[in-house]
């Protein structure tokens, strides 16, 4: 395991390679293995993009982020403006079911609501518009209502985990209860957690992801 000063170092170069000039702007702090984030970027995709270099890094546990959106004066747009914008967005993108997601704006900051089929179409709804300028934030509220027999879950996700290279899913337990997938079992890395989640997520039939999957 790696000391806190090590994860800091390897998290600071992590952000610089994937982000440049841009990592300059975000505090990191380490304990335990848990990362802090702070500081304020110009715009949503990179608070995104930190946090997705971060968890990119051997002994990183958990991850807090603290990173606020500041956005530049001719990135300001009204809530209506960016509503209008974020809808046309999601009618556009062909794997988001029509009038099945709901927008709503405050301050920049969006959030869906609705009900969709598939975890693919929540996760494509929510990539559709987190690069639109003048989005601060995205609360993701869309509801996954499926229907799958349990076990052939379990199948799915089994056999999705043992397509991944970066995976050994004998380390990977998974547990279907009803739409509720439980992932248990270790990894090397946060990466490596979420990756297995993702894979999860992709199954038919799954609305609800609890991950307990270690980090060792």
């Known amino acids: 395991m790696k ?7 390897d998290v600071m170069d992590q952000m610089k390679w994937e982000m440049g000039d841009y990592s ?29 270099a971060v968890k990119r890094v051997l002994g990183v546990r958990a991850v807090a982020e603290e990173i606020e959106v500041r956005l530049p004066g001719s990135d300001q747009r009204t809530d209506t403006d960016l509503a209008r914008a974020a809808e046309n967005m ?17 301050d920049g900051m969006v959030t869906l609501d609705g009900a969709v089929d598939n975890w693919s179409q929540k996760v494509a709804a929510e990539k559709a518009i987190n690069s639109l300028t003048g989005v601060k934030g995205i609360n993701n509220r869309i509801k996954v209502k499926p229907v799958v027999e349990p076990k052939e879950v379990e199948k799915d996700i089994v056999n999705a985990l043992t397509r991944h290279a970066q995976l050994d899913a004998r380390r990977i337990t998974v547990e279907s209860h009803g739409d509720r997938v439980v992932l248990s079992g ?10 297995a989640e993702e894979a999860a997520k992709a199954a038919p039939g799954v609305a609800n992801i609890e991950n307990n999957i270690a980090i060792v």
């Open 3 to 9: 000391d806190d000063q090590k994860v800091q170092r």
């Open 24 to 52: 300059t702007q975000i505090g990191v702090a380490v304990k335990d293995g848990v990362v802090t984030l702070s500081g304020h970027v110009q715009c949503f995709p990179a608070k995104w993009a930190a946090e997705r």
């Open 90 to 106: 999601l009618d556009w993108n062909t794997l988001v079911p029509k009038d099945r997601v709901k927008i709503m704006l405050e």
């Open 186 to 195: 270790s990894v090397r890395t946060w990466a490596e957690r979420e990756e």
